[in-house]
C-alpha cells in the first residue's frame, strides 16, 4: 500500500505559477512512477506529467515546456512545477503510483487548481 497526499494547490492569476506537492507513505516510494493527473469540470481525467522510478519523463502536449515533474525520493515526495498557468489548466489535480506499465493503483485526494484570467 501507498498513501499519497497532494498539496500546493490554490487560486493563481493567468501567466503565474504553482507547485504541486505528492507525498507518499507506505512501501518504497522510489520503486514506483508518479504520474501527475488533471481533471476539469465535465471532462475526462489526463494524464499531465508522469516521471518513472529511474527519473525518466513524460508531458502531455498541452502542459509540455511550461510544467516540470519532479521527484525527491529521499523525501518521498513527487513534484509537479506548473509557469505560465492559464485558465484552460483550472482542474483537481492528482498524484498516482504506477504499479504496473500506465497503471496506477495508488491515488491521492486531488488539490484544487484555479486560474483566474
Known amino acids: 500500500q501507498v498513501q499519497l497526499v497532494e498539496s500546493g494547490g490554490g487560486l493563481v492569476q493567468a501567466g503565474g505559477s504553482l507547485r504541486l506537492s505528492c507525498a507518499a507513505s507506505?512501501?518504497?516510494?522510489?520503486?514506483?512512477?508518479v504520474g501527475w493527473f488533471r481533471q476539469a469540470p465535465g471532462k475526462a481525467r489526463e494524464l499531465v506529467a508522469r516521471?518513472?522510478?529511474?527519473?525518466?519523463?513524460y508531458y502531455a502536449e498541452s502542459v509540455e515546456g511550461r510544467f516540470t515533474i519532479s521527484r525527491d525520493n529521499d523525501k518521498n515526495t513527487a513534484y509537479l512545477q506548473m509557469n505560465s498557468l492559464t485558465p484552460e489548466d483550472t482542474a483537481v489535480y492528482f498524484c498516482a503510483a504506477e504499479t504496473r506499465m500506465d497503471q496506477y493503483a495508488y491515488w491521492g485526494q486531488g488539490t484544487q487548481v484555479t486560474v483566474s484570467s
Open positions: 507506505g512501501r518504497p516510494f522510489r520503486l514506483y512512477g
Open positions: 516521471i518513472s522510478s529511474g527519473g525518466s519523463t
